[in-house]
């Protein structure tokens, strides 16, 4: 009774009964058919408060663009304030686990030294913005050539979530040339569009963030994907 009645309350409070998201195709995370643990999140948020989530996957410069043209309400996996043209919730979704990728020669980095260091990370994603003291960085259009950079000193790490850290060891055949090294949790956030209908959308996102977090309804979907956890009851915005 109680999910029958969800698409009316939605409307009554004046949000739209789809929300159009848009990410970068991350596998078992944002997969291109609608699966994946930040699918599954996303839907547990907004389709029992009755709003249908629609996804589109798209490269994350290219969905950035789209949520800014208004053509979709929100982009999947923004880092906080990392675009001013865009609306923020006060919570975030989930943590990325950030990780340096370099030769094993190299010495080992750490959060407070990672920015003496030449580093590269593929366009859009602007570690600079949340790594101390960054003094050289390049981006790259694509992830296809860092290997080669590390190999020639070009570089001396490639910095990305792990499962992208993981997707680039996993094209080289010397996996024991290479290291990669924690150097940062940066908590994950969808970036709405700056329009009254995305406004509404985020404020709905927040509500059902706080509710879902206190009973720990999105605990089992991160462990049926193998993934930690990243609240606990008392957890708050940050």
Request: aromatic share 12%.
């Given at each position: 009774m109680l999910l029958s009645l969800a698409p009316w309350v939605a409307a009554a409070e004046g949000v739209p009964r789809q929300i159009h998201l848009v990410s970068e195709t991350w596998l078992d995370y944002t997969n291109a058919n609608g699966t994946g643990l930040a699918w599954d999140v996303l839907r547990k948020v907004f389709e029992p408060a009755g709003v249908k989530v629609a996804t589109q996957g798209a490269p994350y410069s290219r969905a950035v663009g789209l949520v800014k043209r208004g053509e979709a309400d929100a982009w999947v996996g923004s880092y906080k304030e990392e675009d001013a043209d865009n609306l923020y919730p006060r919570w975030h979704f989930d943590m990325d686990h950030i990780y340096a990728l370099g030769l094993a020669s190299k010495p080992v980095p750490t959060?407070?030294?990672?920015?003496?260091?030449?580093?590269?990370?593929?366009?859009?994603?602007n570690f600079g913005h949340y790594l101390p003291d960054v003094r050289d960085a390049r981006e790259v259009q694509r992830r296809e050539g860092i290997l080669p950079m590390l190999e020639h000193d070009r570089v001396d790490f490639y910095i990305d979530a792990r499962t992208e850290?993981?997707?680039?060891?996993?094209?080289?055949?010397q996996p024991e040339r290479f290291r990669r090294t924690h150097v940062a949790e940066l908590?994950?956030?969808?970036?709405?569009?700056?329009?009254d209908?995305?406004?509404?959308?985020?404020?709905?996102?927040?509500?059902?963030?706080?509710?879902?977090?206190?009973?720990g309804e999105l605990k089992p979907i991160f462990e049926h994907w193998q993934q930690p956890y990243p609240f606990t009851p008392g957890s708050k915005p940050q």
């Open positions: 959060r407070d030294t990672i920015g003496q260091y030449r580093l590269v990370w593929v366009r859009g994603y850290v993981d997707h680039v060891l996993g094209q080289t055949s908590p994950l956030y969808l970036a709405f569009a700056r329009n209908r995305a406004k509404a959308l985020r404020d709905l996102f927040d509500k059902r963030m706080a509710e879902l977090v206190r009973s």
